[in-house]
């Protein structure tokens, strides 16, 4: 039973249950005593607004705060890595290419090290891998995306395993961030029920629909062929019909070959331009081949000094000998040096080299100059 308030004339008791508050009881039986039945409802009225204003400045207190907390945890300083790891596919069969996508987020002083692709995978193998991409995010943060193309040759639930990346962060300090294990269910390319040591048939060979018969491919192949064989043959023998007979004769001398260089040389006017390098070098070399091919010994590998030792033990004039010598000399110093000879003396240096020519070449023999004037005679 609950316990009744004192009566008041021109009103009914009013009840409390045994649990109710004491101190409630007590402050609302004062209030029908002092106040009378009307001011305990305005004093219950003033109790509820008072409750709501103290609920309403609260939950405005706390809009309030909450846009701090927010900025606040904000403006926590990031990791200096962040790693994101995904696959583009997470069933597979055994030997299915899987694409691994790894995303390292870092500050721009980090380092990042390589990966150990041997075992950073698990039960998954390494195919390949695509070199690193970079972008730069905000805050001076960097991108790195890395993708490997993996594989496993086992089923069951596996898993790439939690992929550490060890990094330097701007201290010199080493570290490691990780990404979240990867489950990958790998089922057998051999269908359920089926025995794996069980040799199938080969699967019937697929047709297109509205394409040409299987036999007009080797048929276009065969008749392609028979024409590019005949195409052949005709274009040999035109050919053979056309050709012009090769010109036999004797070979040029090394006198005239060398003449006919020469005449090239003075044709290109090239110390005129300024080329005196090019002009010695074309001289030089004209006139060592000549003597390679008067004389039959490699004038080419030998230096000037060794040159004119050759041509005096191969009997050649002495005098000769130092005037080849000295041509020479002249296109080392040329070539080699900072000399610069004026234009008359590079006129001089190849009508030189025209009279070495013309001192070397070899001399009629008697018998041969007498013979045409016996038969004039």
Known sequence: MGRKLSAVPGRRDRAFPPEADA????????????????????FLLSARLT???????????????AP???????????APVTVRASVDRDQATVGDRITLTIVVEHDAGVALDALAQTAAFGPFEVLAAEPPQE?????????TTLVFTVA???????????????????????????????PIGVASVIPAGEPPTDIRDLKPQLTVP???????????????????????????????????????????????????????????????GGAHKEHYRLVGSCVRHY??????????????AELEEQMVSRGVDRWQARLVSGLLQECDEVR?????????????????????VEMTRPQPREEDVAEPSAVQQ
């Open 291 to 304: 003597l390679a091919g008067r004389y039959g010994f490699p004038a080419v590998a030998f230096t000037t």
């Open 336 to 356: 080699y040096g900072q000399y610069v000879p004026a234009a008359a003396r590079a006129d001089a240096d190849l009508t030189a080299a025209f009279e070495i």
């Open 135 to 143: 972008r730069t995010l905000d805050a001076g943060r960097t991108e």
């Open 210 to 272: 509205g394409g040409a018969p299987a036999y007009v491919r080797p048929a276009l192949i065969a008749v392609a062929t028979v024409i590019a064989v005949g195409l052949a043959m005709l274009l040999a023998r035109v050919f053979r019909r056309r050709r012009a007979p090769t010109p036999t004769g004797p070979p040029p001398l090394p006198e005239d070959e060398a003449r006919a260089e020469l005449e090239r040389i003075a044709g290109l006017a090239l110390p005129d």
């Open 152 to 182: 496993a040759f086992r089923t069951g639930e596996l898993e790439i395993p939690a992929i550490a990346v060890p990094y330097t962060n701007a201290a010199g300090n080493t570290a490691t961030a990780t990404a979240p294990a990867l």
């Open 23 to 42: 101190p409630l009881a007590q402050a609302l039986s004062w209030a029908e005593l002092k106040l009378g039945p009307y001011g305990t409802s305005a």
């Open 68 to 78: 701090i907390l927010i900025r606040d945890a904000a403006a926590q300083p990031e």
């Open 51 to 65: 409750t709501l204003v103290l609920v309403t400045a609260v939950l405005f207190l706390a809009a309030l705060a």
